[in-house]
């Protein structure tokens, strides 16, 4: 069994900063990515940001050069740096995970955070 646990989701003001943390736990025999996605209200989930195992990275347009993702292998955590926050950033993040259990290549999906960037 894998298990996604976030945190560090809440409330900021617009300009603001906040960092989301995902560990991942269970019989994970190798990870090919960790990433965050999001979903704001009446809107499809979209990637924000992804890391593979080589540490390359994608952004989706909306948060290049304001939020920045990270990886800690040693401890299976995905961090996600989120700065200069906007009101149209507020969503549900979801940590994602694509890596082998049990021989099988398998997609895991964190419970969500609420991000909400409201003065």
């Keep these: 069994q ?6 560090g989701g809440g409330l900021v003001q617009p300009g603001g ?16 990515a960790m990433g965050w996605y999001r979903q704001a209200p009446g809107k ?5 940001a992804r890391i593979r195992s080589g540490a390359s ?3 989706a347009d909306s948060v ?17 740096r989120m700065n200069s926050l906007k009101p149209e950033d507020t969503a549900v993040y979801y940590c994602n995970l694509r ?5 099988l290549e398998r ?4 419970q ?3 991000v909400t960037v409201s003065s």
């Design 99 to 103: 890596g082998v259990v049990e021989t």
């Design 44 to 48: 499809e989930r979209e990637l924000v």
């Design 17 to 32: 900063s906040l960092r989301l943390s995902c560990a991942a736990s269970g019989s994970i025999s190798s990870i090919y």
């Design 2 to 7: 894998v298990q996604l646990v976030e945190s």
């Design 57 to 59: 990275t994608n952004y």
């Design 64 to 80: 290049k050069g304001r939020f920045t993702i990270s990886r800690d292998n040693a401890r299976n955590t995905v961090y996600l």
């Design 112 to 114: 969500g955070t609420q």
């Design 107 to 110: 997609i895991y999906w964190g």
